[in-house]
């Protein structure tokens, strides 16, 4: 009996153990996709705005000068 409780105990520490990597793992990537979704955010207002200078300024969507 009691070496089934040590086996029990040793198990416990163990799955202790991978709880707290697995909340470490799924903290770090957590940070990992809130940076990435920051980025992406920053990109895609300066694609925007690259966009819209462009076309304000592309030759090619003016009126000739004829019409």
């Known amino acids: 009996m009691e ?3 040590i086996d ?4 416990l ?3 202790e153990d991978l709880i707290e ?3 470490l793992t799924v903290a ?4 990992q996709l ?3 979704q920051e980025q992406f955010r920053a990109l895609y207002h300066q694609m925007r705005a690259s966009a819209a200078t462009a076309a304000e300024s592309n030759p090619q969507h003016e009126i000739p ?3």
């Open 3 to 5: 070496s089934r409780l």
């Open 8 to 11: 029990l105990e040793i198990k």
């Open 13 to 15: 520490a163990f799955q």
């Open 21 to 23: 990597t697995l909340n």
């Open 28 to 31: 770090r990537q957590q940070q």
């Open 34 to 36: 809130d940076l990435l």
């Open 65 to 67: 000068p004829h019409y």
